[in-house]
């Protein structure tokens, strides 16, 4: 039984045979069970043989379809009718790549506490927190600071991108001041940012940020934005003695491959 993703574009092709001597003016309409999903006009001479292609989008409810195609002439009505094999809807199987920072990006305004660079503070597989992170406390001049890193190219991504989500993990440095952190991503020089949010007392809190289309752009995700993509995030603080840490920034892909 074949196979099919709810929504895609398929193509049916039908062979008909005029065994007659005259010539008909034919439409073919194809169901799926009492559904008509595609239609299409063409004429069939006398004793001639043709194949009719018929673009049809698959259903989005999945499950088993019956498919039958009837062939109607203009003037005498239903000329045949041909059933074919069931199709099957099944949702497509979807994956995730995870990219990790591997160099400094166009801003570095965050601190760091040690290491050769901000991105080597925040790129580690597992989080490991309070061992290395950048950071920022309120200095008196102005109350927010951003990071942004290149991260790595795509190695088993392809097919259509459903979503980029950008994972921030961090936490505030004094539960009774008002620290925010968000999600920034960065592409030919602009950027967008998600909203900010203030981890729960001083513990380490998960922010992640899904955009299904580029917020940069305002257009469906391509692999050469996810080559060309930086990723980072911001710090806000509310007033002295107010700050943050951000121990770990990683994007995860989302892709189905055709």
């Known amino acids: 039984m074949p196979v099919f993703a709810p929504g895609s574009t398929q193509t049916a092709a039908i ?17 799926m069970g009492a559904v008509p999903m595609s239609q299409v006009l063409f004429g069939l ?25 009837s062939i109607y002439d203009s003037a005498i009505g239903l000329l045949s009718t041909h059933q074919d ?22 801003y570095t305004e965050l601190m760091r506490n040690g290491g050769i660079a901000n991105y080597d503070r925040v790129n580690e597989v597992y989080a490991d927190d309070d061992a290395s992170y950048v950071y920022w406390e309120y200095d008196g001049t102005i ?35 008002v620290s925010y952190m968000s999600a920034l991503v960065w592409l030919n020089h602009l950027f967008a940012s998600s909203d900010g949010v203030m981890p729960t007392s001083t513990w380490y809190y998960n922010y992640d940020v899904e955009w299904t289309i580029n917020p940069v ?17 911001k710090i806000w603080n509310g007033t002295w003695g107010a700050g943050m840490i951000i121990t770990q920034v990683y994007a995860v892909v989302n892709y189905t491959p055709q």
Not at 217 to 233: R, S
């Open 45 to 69: 001479n006398a004793r001639e043989e043709k194949q009719i292609l018929m673009p049809v989008t698959m259903p989005s409810v999945p499950g088993v379809y019956p498919v039958q195609v």
């Open 143 to 177: 109350p927010y600071r951003y990071d942004v890193y290149n991260i790595s190219n795509h190695v088993a991504g392809s097919g259509q991108i459903n979503s980029v989500t950008v994972r921030v993990r961090g936490r505030r440095t004094n539960a009774y001041m």
């Open 217 to 233: 752009t305002g257009q469906p995700w391509t692999w050469a934005d996810i080559d060309n993509l930086q990723i980072g995030c």
């Open 85 to 106: 094999e069931d199709i099957n809807i099944v949702p497509a199987q979807t994956y995730d790549e995870i990219l990790r920072p591997n160099a400094s990006g166009w």
């Open 15 to 31: 062979t008909l045979s005029n065994k007659k001597d005259v010539s008909f003016n034919c439409e073919g309409v194809l169901h």
